[in-house]
């Protein structure tokens, strides 16, 4: 079945260094991917979705690209924030949606 | 803005007792989804629904059942609560026929069972 990875639990890093969390998945078909972002007691709210009209979908600073090829969707942005700090999933819907396990995002000042 | 409530917002239940998680939608989705989180595991599908009054088991669907009576209303029961079942349910929707493949959250539902 579809899966979704990803292989970083914690990312810790200092204010205005760049972020990169990683994103793998495995699907038969070509799957919507989105990016959701929860802070610290709050529901989960979409962050990025993969179908925007062919434009590198962007938001608050950061983006995500489709790399069909290595079946990645990888969110990065160019300088963390302390306000980034949160729990970020990665997942992915064909015909059922799939969520990976999470990657906490820590940023220090 | 599309809008999923719930209630109760949080819950002490004792164990082997009967609990109900309620989740409202205005958002005219056809799909609601019952997740529960735990740290370290992320969230879990635990039923669905893509109609009223049918559910579908999702990937952890033992020791809950759902019922959907409407578009708008899907409820998640515990027949017999356990203390397993403690940790946050979030309730979701979305419509892929409408192209809304993404997922709207409700704010959740912190359950303990004691």
């Known amino acids: 079945g579809d899966s979704v990875t990803q292989t970083e639990g914690l990312v810790t890093l200092t204010e205005g260094l760049p972020v990169m969390l990683n994103c793998t998945y495995q699907s038969t078909y070509s799957p919507f991917l989105f990016w959701y972002v929860q802070h610290l007691n709050e529901a989960p709210k979409l962050l990025l979705k993969s179908f925007t009209d062919n434009k590198r979908p962007e938001h608050q600073g950061f983006h995500a690209t489709l790399h069909k090829s290595s079946s990645s969707f990888h969110l990065q942005k160019s300088s963390a924030q302390l306000s980034d700090s949160a729990l970020y999933y990665c997942?992915?819907?064909?015909?059922?949606?799939?969520f990976g396990t999470g990657t906490r995002l820590q940023v220090l000042p | 803005e599309a809008a999923v409530t719930q209630s109760p917002r949080s819950k002490v239940a004792v164990t082997g007792g009967k609990v109900t998680l309620s989740c409202h939608q205005t958002?005219?989705?056809?799909?609601m989804y019952w997740y529960r989180q735990d740290t370290g595991h992320g969230l879990r599908l635990i039923h669905y629904?893509?109609?009223?009054?049918?559910?579908e088991k999702g990937d952890i669907p033992d020791g809950y059942k759902a019922s959907r009576p409407s578009q708008e209303n899907f409820s998640l029961i515990l027949e017999l609560a356990s203390l397993s079942q403690t940790a946050v349910y979030f309730c979701a929707s979305s419509d892929p026929g409408q192209g809304v493949y993404e997922q709207y959250f409700g704010p959740g539902t912190r359950l303990t069972v004691l």
């Open positions: 997942a992915s819907n064909t015909n059922k949606v799939v």
């Open positions: 629904s893509y109609v009223a009054d049918s559910t």
């Open positions: 958002n005219n989705h056809d799909y």
